[in-house]
């Protein structure tokens, strides 16, 4: 899989998308992570894991603190595709409003 895939793959979970929305205020341990959740630590690493292979999230390693920070470029990534894929929907309806139009206008057969 693509990168990109596995970046919407990982956002695809409610739970991953909250604990990127949290890691976007700062970094934070994987215990501090799983506190709103009623879900053991080792089902939030495996949440982590996830993001971390999508490029989403990057994990510290300063001896047993490994602090989770959330990773820019690729979050940046995904609001590119994001960002080319919408421009070319608005202009392609763009064109069919267009086309539209000289179709009320009687302007095609």
């Known amino acids: 899989m693509d990168q990109l895939s596995l970046a919407f793959d990982a956002l695809a979970d409610p739970t ?19 506190e709103p959740f009623d879900m053991s630590l080792q089902a939030v690493s495996k949440h982590l ?21 959330a990773a820019p470029a690729g979050i940046r990534e995904i609001t590119e595709w994001l960002e080319e894929y ?3 929907v608005g202009e392609r309806l763009d064109r069919l ?5 000289e179709l009320q206008q009687g302007e095609h057969p």
Do not use: D
């Open 86 to 88: 919408a421009r070319m």
């Open 49 to 69: 894991k996830v993001l971390e292979r999508g490029g989403l999230i990057t994990r510290g390693k300063e001896a047993q603190f490994r602090p989770c920070r």
């Open 16 to 34: 991953r998308r909250a604990i990127l929305a949290r890691l976007a205020l700062g970094e934070a341990t994987v215990k501090e992570l799983a």
């Open 97 to 101: 409003e267009g086309y539209l139009q």
